[in-house]
């Protein structure tokens, strides 16, 4: 019982060690509709915790033609334990505290917020939880559903 329970732990130790070097680098999402424009969100995350996301909004679906409107976001993420999420894939908690949050210029509220999420690189695509809003993970409640809808690609 003891060895399984050792053979369990190292290998959820290599997951995470591996989620965290795939992790790092640059990730670009789909292009979504949201409120009533298209987004599509640019991710760096570093191999000392740092992260700075650009959600960049469109007027058309395929993302080309920019509003003008963008929200840069940045700050820290630290990996947790490795966990199975609602569909039964591996996922790994992430915890996000936003350092900034800027739009126009502008300071935004979110800035100071703590996220709770869950996270897994699955064929490629970097997944977060299904989370119903913003919310929703920043009052510690993190999501246990992968949103497949929604991912980015390395680039």
């Known amino acids: 019982m003891a060895i399984s329970v050792a053979a369990l732990l190292a290998a959820t130790q290599v997951q995470a060690a591996q989620l965290d070097k795939q992790l790092t680098g640059k990730w670009q999402s789909l292009c ?12 760096f995350f570093s191999t000392d915790g740092y992260y700075s996301a650009k959600s960049v909004f469109y ?12 929200i840069v976001s940045n700050g820290k993420y630290r990996l947790g334990r490795s966990l199975t999420a609602v569909g ?6 992430i915890d996000i505290d936003v350092h900034e949050l800027i739009g126009g210029g502008l300071q935004l509220p979110g800035s100071g917020q703590k996220i709770a999420q869950v996270i897994a690189i699955i064929d490629g695509k970097l997944v ?12 510690g409640e993190r999501p246990q559903k992968l949103n497949h809808k929604f991912y980015s690609r390395k680039q």
């Open 32 to 43: 979504k509709k949201a409120s009533g424009s298209y987004l599509q969100i640019t991710s």
């Open 88 to 93: 039964g894939e591996s996922a790994q908690e």
């Open 59 to 70: 007027s058309d679906a395929a993302c080309r033609a920019s509003t003008g409107m963008e």
């Open 128 to 139: 977060f939880g299904d989370a119903p809003g913003l919310q929703a993970v920043t009052s």
